[in-house]
């Protein structure tokens, strides 16, 4: 019987009903249901019998549609069934972040600190859905929601390209589709934040108005003033790699490191419990120096500022660029030399004072 609407409504259970239209288009009606079905080979020979849908929720001509987009897919080539498991069993994205660090970001030192960056930026949704479906709108949309924070927003969005690079190399999405291309970065200014002496100052007078409520975070950001060391080497470092004044760290973002504590970080360490855990007890003192850089009237300077001003106050001693590298421990002469350009502010200030001291010696002062 030929398969029509009205011969649809008519048939009774048992029944099979083929299309003349579309080969393998065909109509099984049963004591509950009346489904279609389509009959097809692939170019390699497999059988596949897909149900299309029950009628009369679908009609007979949107039955023919899905029909003939399935078999122009399998004219191609393709097996529109094994699409559809893939798609089915597909990774979300939030399945998909967590291969990429797994097996992307796993020897990187970086690898905790950029799953936090990115399950943070992406929004609930967007880790809930398959990630092939994610699209450049919506890349465009979580970029632009982040336009307040020019910097990270670039390096999330640096870190979900590499991400949607990888899953193309794993199948998950088509090649060429990555969704991030075309978001358009911010522009981005070099930091060159020091904090000035009146800035220092106020901050030293901030954390010590916190040295009894909050003795763990004051002694975590001293010892990052004091010492040039990065957030992570402090917050990480434990009581066992202390040795007299040097700090040893069997690992860090260069490898294993020492750092060298001068007095008066050795002071701040005097004033703390000696633990079996780290020397602060802490991670960071991130919450505790928001209000401190406000209340010190420096609300832009961050953690990491703290080292480079180590690195400006070395230079203005009088140290070499490579002395100072191998203070804060640089894997290579071009991290150094982000600070080349204090060189010259140093050299015209020992310029000025030596000239102040010539003209003194002949009477001219």
């Known amino acids: 019987m030929d398969l029509s609407s009205s011969a649809l409504s008519a048939a009774t259970p048992g029944t099979i009903l083929r299309d003349a239209t579309v080969k393998g288009l065909h109509a099984k009606v049963g ?84 799953e936090r960056l990115l399950r943070h930026a992406l929004p609930k949704r967007l880790l809930a859905r398959k990630v092939a479906s994610i699209t450049h709108a919506d890349m465009q949309d979580m970029h632009l929601a982040r336009a307040e924070h020019p910097y990270v927003a670039n390096r999330e969005l640096a870190h979900l390209s590499t991400l949607f690079n990888k899953c193309e190399l794993w199948g998950y999405r088509p090649k060429g589709s ?15 934040r020091y904090m000035s002496v009146e800035e220092a100052q106020a901050v030293a007078a901030a954390l010590d108005r916190r040295a009894h409520s909050d003795p763990a975070s ?12 990065r957030r992570s080497e402090i917050g990480k470092a434990r009581w066992e790699w202390l040795d007299g004044n040097a700090l040893h760290l069997p690992d860090s973002k260069t490898g294993a490191k020492t750092i060298f504590l001068p007095p008066q970080a050795m002071a701040v360490l005097d ?12 991670l960071s003192p991130t919450k505790m120096w928001q209000s401190v850089r406000r209340e010190a009237g420096c609300p832009d300077l961050r953690l990491h500022d703290l080292r480079h001003s180590f690195a400006s106050a070395a230079l203005s001693a009088g140290y070499s660029l490579s002395q100072i590298g191998e203070l804060l421990g640089h894997a290579s002469t071009q991290t150094t030399q982000r600070y080349a350009h204090l060189v010259d502010t140093t050299a015209q200030a020992a310029a000025a004072n030596t000239a102040a001291l010539v003209a003194a010696n002949m009477g001219r002062g």
Do not use: W
């Open 31 to 114: 004591p509950k249901a009346k489904v279609f079905f389509l009959y097809f080979r692939t170019k390699g020979g497999v059988e596949r019998r897909p149900k299309l849908g029950e009628f009369p929720a679908m009609t007979v001509a949107q039955a023919r549609a899905i029909a003939k987009e399935m078999l122009l897919t399998v004219a191609t080539g393709a097996d529109p069934m094994e699409q559809r498991r893939q798609a089915r069993e597909a990774p979300t994205l939030s399945e998909a972040l967590g291969q990429f660090v797994t097996e992307h970001l796993s020897r990187r030192k970086t690898a905790e600190e950029t």
């Open 178 to 192: 990555n969704p991030c291309e075309g978001v358009e970065r911010y522009p981005e200014k070099k930091r060159r």
């Open 218 to 229: 004051v002694a975590f950001v001293y010892l990052l003033i004091f010492s040039g060391a």
């Open 271 to 282: 004033r703390l419990p000696h633990t079996s855990g780290t020397l602060t007890g802490i």
